[in-house]
């Protein structure tokens, strides 16, 4: 790669119209030759496969970075200098060199000249890295673009060949910079880095549609940490470690008087915070205890003032932390933070009327006002952050109360907590009531436990996983008996929500059959729960059926046939017994109650 010839020399003033044509279409075919390596090396990858590629037009490319070549001919020295066409279309073949690598390693067959070359990479013996990491300065958004993407698919295949240092200067210049471009930069190379998967290879795509051609020299990978990108997430992790306080204090001051410039960095920041204490990044709790804190701060910042997109990622962030379903809702201690979390969420509802400055609508009015069908992504995540927020809150409560109460043998500590806890939750869950049938076309009268298989009635994860809430608020509450109160057992029926449920799904046992298997959300853990509570409150349940107790009985026996028969064929994924056990116990209640 390397700068038109013409930029050295100086044209003649002599020259006129037709002889400047001339000159620029012999300075085209002076640098078809540095064009075809770059097209030939992009070629021979999109083939899979680097063997047929002699050396020299293999370094080619990677040693126009440096200086003065073999001719004298004036190279320029750094990527920034060079043209923005010459620069992306060499960090795009970096960027395919990089994913070609990381899909073949992951199949376990490499090309011994892709992986050569990677080694040499990794080795910095061009600087070339250096050089990416310096386009982060660059006021070209394309360039920067190409660039980290370029520099985070080569981090992700040199794992322990990353080098601190290059960390360091990318986590440094983030706290160093006011430039939202900069900023985006680091951020976007560290978010692609934590979020990637190593078994992520598309269904659709051809399982020999990356593995190197035949006659290709092709080298096993038989390591299995080869396949691991947890160390060099960890490096990323740890790099922020250290500046994490005060990046979040930057960015909170960033949100406290936001402008619009700086959306894409507020938001990738957001996704990058998001994505680090994810359970998908499988990274260890240890490593992402700090990022836990100072996530109360966030909250306060949500108002009127702040645009729909940035509420969306931060009630992202904050559903990411209260991770209910597959997380809180197991553990018999909670941890510190998240407890915090719900309880500043909980008093911003209650106290602050956090719900009315939600922008659902655009324009004029109280909440955004205006024509059109509003912002259902933001509504539902909302609705969903103050069930799992009461959740926590009830959960955390009903231990610490548990655990002094068993010391001290007597259950009034517990009796007195629950009657502040349901004096605080009925008015955050009324809140919640009013603020979705003012922008929902729900029935005035239709209960909370009700109209929230409705409102998530798109989002399988989000329907499953408020449900686990209502009815752990539920059984925490009314752990005595039936409350005294009619308007909150209203409320909080799990009854009620699960024949809405069975509703919803059309009566057809094969979708709960669906959602048994699948591991996309937490419905094992709900229906092992709510069965529990059949068989505990069976007159409860059978009062709340009413006329739907034949239909949404038919639907659960139907659905132990269907287990039943999986299992004797042994097709069942996991250990499905204790659900089939309390199928058949509340089949046995029912059938007693029709022969009585």
């Known amino acids: 790669m390397v700068l038109r010839r013409s930029s050295s020399y100086p044209p003649s003033p002599k020259m006129e119209g037709p002889a400047k044509k001339k000159q620029r279409i012999e300075n085209e075919d002076d640098e078809n030759g540095e064009v075809s390596e770059i097209e030939k090396l992009q070629t021979s990858l999109l083939a899979h496969c680097l063997c047929n590629v002699s050396e020299s037009s293999l370094r080619k490319p990677f040693t126009s970075t440096g200086g003065l070549g073999n001719d004298r001919e004036f190279r320029s020295t750094v990527l920034s200098e060079w043209e923005s066409d010459k620069c992306l279309e060499f960090l795009s073949v970096l960027q395919l060199l990089f994913d070609v690598a990381i899909k073949q390693n992951t199949r376990g067959l490499m090309c011994g000249r892709i992986a050569d070359v990677c080694k040499a990479l990794a080795r910095n013996e061009h600087h070339i890295v250096d050089q990416i ?122 949100l406290g008087s936001y402008t619009p410039q700086h959306e894409s960095a507020v938001i990738t920041f957001l996704n990058l915070w998001e994505s680090i204490i994810s359970v998908k990044a499988n990274l260890s709790v240890i490593d992402t205890k700090l990022f836990y804190s100072q996530l109360d701060n966030l909250v306060m910042l949500l108002n009127a003032n702040v645009p729909g997109i940035i509420w969306r990622h931060l009630i992202g962030l904050f559903n990411e932390v209260l991770c209910y379903g597959s997380t809180l809702s197991l553990q018999g201690i909670l941890p510190e933070e998240p407890c915090l979390l719900a309880h500043v969420v909980v008093r911003a509802v209650k106290d602050w009327r956090l719900l009315d400055s939600l922008p659902y609508r655009h324009g004029s009015g109280r909440f955004g006002g205006g024509s059109g069908d509003g912002d259902l992504p933001l509504l539902q995540k909302v609705v969903l952050l103050v069930l799992k927020s009461v959740a926590v809150t009830m959960r955390e409560t009903r231990s610490d109360s548990s655990s002094d109460s068993s010391l001290a043998s007597d259950t009034e500590d517990l009796d007195a907590d629950m009657v502040i806890i349901e004096r605080s939750i009925r008015g955050v869950l009324r809140q919640l009531d009013q603020c979705v049938k003012q922008l929902m076309p729900f029935h005035p009268e239709m209960p909370l436990s009700q109209w929230v298989v409705r409102m998530f009635n798109d989002q ?73 509570y059949i068989k505990r409150s069976w007159p409860e349940f059978v009062s709340c059926c009413g006329r739907d107790l034949n239909n949404t009985m038919a639907v659960l026996i139907n659905l132990k046939q269907a287990i039943d028969r999986m299992v004797s064929k042994d097709l069942f994924p996991y250990n499905i017994i204790p659900v089939l056990r309390l199928l058949e116990k509340c089949e046995s209640l029912y059938l007693g109650d029709i022969d009585n």
Not at 175 to 188: G, K, Y
Not at 194 to 205: A, F
Not at 240 to 247: G, N, P, Q, Y
Not at 484 to 496: H, I, R
Request: glycine share 2%; net charge negative.
């Open 133 to 254: 990491i310096d386009l982060s300065c660059t006021n070209n958004k394309f360039i920067s673009f190409a660039a980290s993407r370029a520099l985070a698919s080569f981090f992700i295949i040199a794992k322990e060949g990353v080098e601190s240092t290059w960390l360091e200067r990318l986590t440094q210049s983030l706290v160093n910079t006011n430039s939202p471009t900069q900023m985006l930069f680091t951020l976007d190379v560290l978010k692609r880095i934590v979020e990637h998967r190593d078994s992520d290879i598309h269904p659709l795509e051809e399982s020999e549609s990356s593995n190197p051609p035949t006659g290709c020299n092709v080298i096993t990978i038989s390591d299995p940490e080869s396949l691991d990108s947890t160390p060099v997430k960890a490096m990323c992790v740890k790099a922020l470690e250290s500046k994490w306080t005060v990046l979040v204090t930057k960015f909170d001051a960033i």
């Open 460 to 532: 399988d994860d989000f329907l499953i996983e408020g449900m686990v809430c209502c009815l752990d608020v539920a059984n925490g509450l009314f752990y005595r008996g039936p409350p005294q109160n009619t308007d909150l057992a209203n409320m909080l029926s799990p009854t009620l929500t699960f024949v809405q449920f069975i509703k919803a799904v059309s009566n057809h046992h094969e979708v709960l059959l669906d959602f048994l298997i699948s591991n996309e959300t937490c419905f094992l853990l709900y229906l092992l729960k709510f069965l529990k």
